[in-house]
């Protein structure tokens, strides 16, 4: 009988436990806006101007609808929930048309729901709107910005977001940021295709314009395609002005010199560039790239930067840019793919991490995969795949001491990795290629050099100095088994002016 009762109360907590576990009565969490726009404008020359709103939802199970008003709850628009079906946290967005917002100042809700239809609404937002359909009345936005003040742009191209041929210069005098609503699946005019929504918004200037925007205060930049003009972004520092730059979900299509352009003369400005694109393709200046950065603090993550004018050649390099050209300064390029340019990314003193990189060459035309110039001791290169060049993979040159870890460097037609360094030889033995106590994992193979018999993964130029035991490498894959790893590292035993490279073929036999 005992027995009994304790089966029955085992079955009795278990059904309380299975209905409260069928009823949700824990409402949402806070609805959010990625960033609250205090003005929104739509470009009527557009036949359909739409504003993106965009955020984050969550639910302790799972987010079931998001809703948003723009009359302070009147009315109820249903927004896009990814992912489908949905999660505990979801983005949301709404493409909102300048008749969903009836006032010049609009009341604008979020609300959230979920599957028990619990649900939660945000914070009133204050958004006005503004309308207009040439290049002043876009002009007059700007200008009578407060600082600080988030302004949202419609899709659309030309009227008042130019045509390419009335001018078109935005002077950020005032911090602000501005959002586009998106940069569109247009093919650019390089042939690139991006793989996002038809939505864009798309600034356009004439390729005599000096830029598009011209930055002196904190500038974020998100969902807008740049077309046009010598340099889409141009940041000059100016004594005592350390702007605040950052470039988001972004397109870069037919500037004449740079995509963006930023130099500090006090080093205190700082720069994030992320998920965007670069096409530099149509570019003719002769000086010019995608991006250029002098005395910057940087981030460069995630991006695609195509199509930087081909150099003719090594000695062309001091004259023509890079996919991503930095002088000085500290950062990371990390997690970025180059196909197809002339140089994809040159350091030049300064504290470079290059990192996780994929760059495509391309052998029919000149294409040099990384060049380090200048001098410095604290360089990372590391984890970056280096492929197809015409010219080197990786060059070293200068005073530039990098530590060069678990990249893969393969056929390159200049060799794999080009020590050209002109320090003196106590400073060429701080080249770390892998070290004993921290090897190097490099993976080195299919490469050639003009004028040298067989593979050359690595070669050092008559001009390196030649000092004690040489370049350490140790535990790298040459391409090769490790009884011939000397004929595929071209050092040139029998030439003093050449430093050695110091590695052991009991750690080179095998591929890391």
């Known amino acids: 009988m005992g027995h009994r009762t304790w089966l029955t109360g085992f079955f009795l907590a278990a059904a309380v436990l299975l209905a409260a576990c069928g009823s949700d009565k824990l409402t949402p969490g806070d609805p959010t806006f990625s960033s609250e726009p205090d003005t929104v404008f739509f470009n009527t020359a557009e036949a359909q101007p739409r504003v993106l709103f965009e955020g984050r939802a969550t639910d302790n ?6 809703l948003i008003s723009f009359d302070n709850a009147a009315t109820w628009h249903t927004a896009e929930i990814d992912p489908v079906p949905s999660v505990r946290d979801v983005r949301w967005a709404y493409l909102a048309s300048e008749s969903d917002m009836p006032s010049v100042s609009n009341t604008v809700l979020v609300k959230v729901i979920d599957q028990d239809a619990n649900e939660n609404t945000s914070s009133p937002v204050s958004i006005e709107k503004q309308t207009g359909s ?13 600082s600080g003040d988030v302004i949202a742009l419609s899709s659309g191209s030309g009227g008042a977001y130019g045509n390419g041929v009335n001018p078109l210069t935005i002077p950020v005098l005032t911090s602000m940021t501005v959002l586009g609503a998106g940069y569109g699946s ?11 929504a038809s939505t864009a918004t798309v600034l356009e200037a004439p390729l005599s314009a000096a830029s598009i925007f011209s930055v002196e205060e904190d500038f974020a930049l998100k969902g807008v395609r740049l077309v046009g003009a010598i340099t889409g972004i141009s940041v000059a520092g100016t004594p005592g002005g350390d702007p605040y730059l950052s470039v988001e979900d972004c397109l870069f299509d037919g500037q004449d010199a740079w995509a963006v352009f930023a130099m500090d003369d006090d080093s205190q400005t700082t720069f994030d560039f992320m998920s965007s694109i670069i096409d ?20 460069v993550s995630g991006s695609d930067l195509f199509w930087q004018t081909d150099p003719l050649g090594p000695a062309d390099l001091s004259t023509v840019g890079a996919g991503v050209q930095v002088v000085g300064g500290t950062g990371t390029v990390k997690d970025c793919l180059f196909v197809d340019n002339g140089l994809a990314i040159w350091a030049s003193g300064g504290s470079p991490v290059i990192a996780s990189c994929y760059i495509s060459g391309a052998t029919a035309v000149n294409s040099y995969g990384i060049n380090l110039s200048g001098e410095s001791d604290s360089v990372e290169i590391s984890d970056n795949t280096i492929d197809g060049n015409s010219g080197y993979g990786l060059r070293i040159g200068g005073e530039m001491t990098p530590k060069v870890r678990r990249n893969v460097i393969s056929n390159n037609e200049y060799s794999g990795i080009l020590i050209d ?28 050099h003009p004028g040298v018999t067989g593979d050359t993964q690595l070669y050092v130029t008559s001009t390196t100095p030649a000092y004690g035991t040489g370049i350490p490498a140790e535990w790298n894959y040459w391409g090769v088994a490790s ?30």
């Open 134 to 146: 040439t290049i002043g009345n876009l002009e007059a936005l700007f200008s009578g910005a407060s």
């Open 421 to 448: 360094f002109s320090g003196d030889g106590a400073d060429t033995l701080n080249i770390d290629l892998g070290k004993t106590s921290d090897f190097g994992n490099n993976d080195l193979f299919d490469n050639i």
């Open 483 to 512: 009884t011939i790893v000397e004929s595929v590292v071209y050092h040139g035993f029998d030439a003093p002016g050449r430093a050695m490279v110091d590695f052991s073929p009991a750690f080179n036999s095998e591929q890391n």
């Open 61 to 66: 199970r799972w987010v079931e609808q998001v």
């Open 280 to 299: 530099a393709s149509t570019a003719t200046s002769t000086s010019r790239g995608g991006i250029y950065l002098e005395n910057i603090s940087y981030n």
């Open 186 to 196: 247009a093919l650019t005019s390089g042939g690139v295709a991006p793989a996002v």
